[in-house]
């Protein structure tokens, strides 16, 4: 298997309940969902790129869990939209970690900057937001191509979800600021 680019101890487990991977020390016995201090953030990005995207979850788990019942094509979605985000997180976010990074020191000016050139990328398209996500979203949806499943109104922070549930389904948004970071969100139904 390839490096994850962790310190010594830990290792990248995968949560059955939640279909998603998580960090566990063998050493302390400790487990998180973001990155221990002294990751190597470009061979993670790598890592879970190959090893925990969309196409090598855990089927099994998936079809088995809470999200799956609430999201899945029998369910009651009226009056919800579904889509997918890119999140750009910046050292002023309410939680400066991901997935990704232990903790986020980049500027809101840099946030801003990068997710305009996924932007630029996406509306030129030489790559889709899901694409994209995979390596390059702050949030733990980009093992789902940043698919957050169907919400409705008052599920989500509120500049996200006017955006949201402003876009027709297929549509990509320009930037979304919220508390969180920076975002383009992609309507999905």
Same mark, same amino acid.
């Given at each position: ?5 962790? *310190? *010594? ?6 949560? @059955?309940?939640? @279909? ?6 063998? @050493?302390? %016995? ?28 855990? *089927? ?20 919800k ?7 750009? %997180?910046? %050292?002023?976010?309410?939680? *400066? ?11 809101k ?16 398209? $030489? ?29 989500? $922070? ?5 955006a949201?549930?402003?876009?027709k ?18 309507? %999905?139904?």
């Open positions: 298997m390839s490096d994850p680019g962790l *310190p *010594p101890g830990w290792e990248v487990r995968h949560s @059955n309940s939640k @279909n998603l991977p998580y960090y566990f020390n063998s @050493n302390t %016995k400790e487990s998180r969902w973001e990155p221990p201090t002294g990751t190597d953030t470009e061979k993670l990005k790598s890592y879970m790129a190959a090893h925990h995207s969309t196409s090598t979850t855990r *089927p099994s788990a998936s079809t088995n869990s809470a999200s799956a019942t609430t999201n899945g094509p029998t369910s009651n979605n009226e009056g939209i579904r889509a997918s985000h890119l999140l750009v %997180k910046h %050292k002023e976010s309410r939680r *400066p970690s991901s997935w990704r990074e232990a903790e986020i020191m980049r500027s000016e840099e946030a801003m900057s990068t997710v305009l050139a996924h932007e630029a990328r996406i509306r030129a398209g $030489q790559a889709s937001l899901g694409d994209l996500a995979v390596t390059e979203s702050d949030c733990s949806s980009a093992r789902k191509r940043g698919d957050l499943g169907f919400f409705g109104r008052g599920d989500m $922070q509120k500049e996200f979800e006017d949201a549930f402003a876009l389904p297929g549509e990509v948004s320009h930037v979304v600021e919220t508390a969180s970071g920076v975002h383009l969100i992609e309507r %999905k139904a």
